[in-house]
């Protein structure tokens, strides 16, 4: 299974005191201000590599290095609900995920989604890699609150003791009017000793009246101590509740 450095982040800001806050007692549902589904894919391919000193647990002696392939993959539906708005514009969401030939759906997240992409989930175990990618293009003015220059291009760096990471974002196609069509190119590395690097080329279909992704593609490559791998995202709107009701 691979393990990214998105999970790899939460980890560190769970253990900085960031995240597993004491959940609040159940209230009732409130019903939501939007509803969105999306279908997703997911393919996953890689090597990983560990190392064994002392006693080997499978001939019982000996140390030295060993590795092994995975090629996983995954399809299914995510539903989105926007509970509310905070005074800085950010979104509360719940995301789920319905996975194909699974009974059931996936464990309900709440997050908070920002158009700059930082997305906050307070809780532990994380949403998942799928899960993370689609929150973070959910957020309001992801486009028209940009810092967009005269090249139709603007970045986002963030840098602290955890990680350092940067985002670059450009217009490839805004012909449309409505649609455009932008392209990420993102980098994120760990400072945790091991020099794990994720880097990311995602295109993105952005319905700019609705203030939300039509589709995504992301091409993720891992690269760390531990081994490599490479995954791909695909998700596409399926269904909006603000198509038929209005946006306000």
Not at 11 to 22: E, K, M, P
Not at 63 to 73: I, M, P, T
Request: proline letters at 5%; hydrophobic letters at 40%.
């Amino acid at each position: 299974m691979r393990v990214s450095l998105r999970v790899l982040l939460v980890a560190f800001l769970a253990f900085s005191g960031l995240t597993a806050q004491t959940p609040a007692p159940s209230q009732p549902a409130a019903k939501p201000l939007r509803h969105l589904e999306y279908s997703f894919a997911v393919h996953e391919e890689g090597v990983n590599e560990y190392h064994y000193n002392g006693i080997n647990m499978a001939t019982g002696t000996g140390a030295g290095v060993g590795g092994g392939a995975a090629n996983l993959g995954g399809a299914g539906t995510m539903f989105v609900d926007v509970i509310s708005i905070a005074p800085d514009g950010a979104l509360k969401v719940n995301i789920s995920e319905q996975i194909e030939r699974e009974p059931r759906p996936g464990q309900v997240y709440t997050c908070t989604v920002y158009g700059s992409t930082a997305v906050l989930c307070p809780s532990v175990p994380s949403p998942s890699d799928a899960q993370w990618i689609l929150l973070s293009y959910l957020g309001r003015q992801f486009v028209d609150a940009a810092p967009w220059d005269a090249n139709k291009h603007w970045q986002r760096k963030v840098t602290n003791a955890q990680y350092t990471l940067v985002e670059d974002f450009t217009i490839t196609d805004d012909s449309n009017g409505k649609k455009m069509l932008i392209r990420e190119h993102k980098k994120m590395d760990l400072h945790n000793g091991g020099y794990d690097t994720q880097a990311e080329d995602v295109n993105i279909v952005y319905d700019r009246s609705m203030e939300v992704p039509v589709s995504i593609h992301d091409e993720a490559q891992d690269a760390g101590s531990a081994g490599s791998s490479h995954a791909s995202f695909d998700f596409a709107l399926l269904h909006d509740s603000f198509e038929k009701a209005g946006s306000p």
